[in-house]
């Protein structure tokens, strides 16, 4: 992100489609995903003052989306946009990058809260919670090996904790190597998978660089860019195959990469805007379409402000 500043966890190969539609599977991240139906909506309301930030889809058909404001978590049914609230927020809370894991899991970055949470979305009730002693802004998540893995944008660190009933705790993997740190503000935000599994990629924001970082040791090397200057304003990262998809909150604009398998090259191959784009901060991929939402930063947030969520065609 950048600022200026229950039902039960549902199968992964079951979609449901009101009996009429076969389910459509296709690799998604740590599972399968329902291919979402042409009748369902491309865009469906939040709770004004919600202020949403990140997002995150399992098997379908639903979606998990953040709120800055209090922390909060709220589900939708994408088959009709209706949604309501999973995890309820608290003063001083946020909840920024969020990712579902195959056992029905999902990790919560913190924001200015600088904490991680796991909710379990089975029961609807916190699995564990972590408080890095960094201080920081826990931004973003991803599922990697037997962890999850979260930036901090306001220190040159990575944080990481087990997935699943694994209890070995936190860890800090501080970030070397090429890596460049902001003396204020955001620097790391989104983080995603190489495609050959051997290393994590993390977009700076401000200076518009791709970084592949070693998770064992946090060495960074910088990601050459062919055919773009930068990715200034990157925030939610996804990666689908060797193409990956990188928001760029402010430019309303998505940038669209081919990858080699070790991400040491990005070539840019096209860009995805949308006149319904607001500031989109993270995307989720469910089929055929990547679900965003609108963060609105250049909005004053008030309680009555209103918030959606879009969803574009991959093409």
Do not use: C
Request: glycine share 12%; net charge positive.
């Amino acid at each position: 992100m950048s600022l200026t500043p229950s039902s039960p966890f549902l199968p992964s190969r079951r979609t449901v489609l009101g009996g009429a539609l076969a389910a459509a599977t296709v690799a998604l991240g740590a599972g399968t995903a329902t291919a979402a139906a042409p009748s369902w909506p491309t865009e469906f309301p939040l709770p004004n003052g919600f202020r949403p930030e990140g997002i995150a889809i399992g098997g379908g058909p639903y979606a998990y989306m953040g709120s800055l404001a209090d922390g909060s978590v709220r589900r939708a049914d994408l088959r009709t946009g209706e949604g309501r609230t999973v995890l309820a927020g608290a003063t001083g809370g946020a909840a920024t990058g969020l990712k579902l894991d195959r056992d029905g899991l999902l990790y919560i970055s913190g924001g200015v809260s600088g904490s991680i949470r796991v909710l379990d979305t089975r029961t609807n009730r916190l699995a564990a919670t972590y408080q890095p002693t960094t201080a920081g802004f826990v931004n973003d998540v991803i599922l990697y090996g037997d962890r999850a893995w979260f930036t901090n944008s306001h220190a040159p660190v990575l944080y990481t904790v087990p997935r699943g009933k694994k209890k070995d705790g936190l860890r800090s993997v501080p970030l070397g190597g090429e890596w460049e740190q902001a003396p204020t503000g955001i620097s790391a935000n989104g983080i995603e998978t190489t495609p050959d599994g051997r290393a994590l990629i993390i977009v700076n924001s401000p200076i518009g660089k791709l970084f592949r970082v070693d998770p064992k040791t946090g060495h960074a090397t910088t990601i050459t860019l062919k055919g773009a200057a930068d990715v200034v304003n990157g925030d939610g990262l996804v990666r689908v195959g060797n193409t990956l998809y990188v928001v760029q909150n402010r430019l309303n604009l998505i940038t669209v990469f081919d990858l080699d398998r070790g991400a040491r090259t990005a070539t840019l191959r096209r860009s995805i805007t949308d006149p319904r784009f607001d500031v989109p901060t993270t995307a989720a991929r469910l089929g055929n379409r990547l679900y965003l939402v609108n963060a609105r930063f250049t909005t004053p947030p008030t309680p009555e402000t209103t918030y959606n969520a879009v969803a574009v065609p991959l093409r």
